[in-house]
């Protein structure tokens, strides 16, 4: 069973930036794709990066590109999201995704997810 904990959330004022981190245990990291998913309250699952098996690849979504970076170590099993310059519209609940089958863009796309971790930027 796969299971994946994030953690690095937090409260930061606008344009300053946030390092989140997501470890994956039960299988290699290296046999998933990965991915980080946002949910502010009332709205629906927004997808915010991807990065392939072996992290040459990577995909953002438009209200993210430009600040956020996406990053993996498969010996550590960990994925990263470095967030600079944030805004007041980043504050939403973060998730961690992985796919075993394509880079989770969407969320039906995503075999398992973690639980969550608040980001929060304030004024």
């Known amino acids: 069973q796969v299971q994946l904990v994030e953690s690095g959330g937090g409260l930061v004022q606008a344009g300053g930036s946030l390092r989140l981190s997501c470890a994956l245990a039960g299988r290699p990291s290296s046999t998933y794709h990965m991915g980080w998913f946002r949910q502010a309250p009332g709205k629906e699952r927004e997808f915010v990066a991807a990065i392939s098996r072996d992290g040459l690849t990577t995909d953002y979504g438009d209200s993210v590109k430009g600040r956020f970076t996406i990053s993996r170590d498969n010996v550590k099993s960990m994925v990263s999201l470095q967030m600079n310059s944030l805004k007041l519209e980043d504050t939403a609940v973060y998730f961690c995704?992985?796919?075993?089958?394509?880079?989770?863009?969407?969320?039906?796309?995503?075999?398992?997810w973690g639980q969550g971790t608040q980001v929060a930027v304030s004024s």
């Open positions: 995704a992985a796919s075993l089958w394509k880079m989770p863009t969407t969320t039906g796309a995503s075999d398992y």
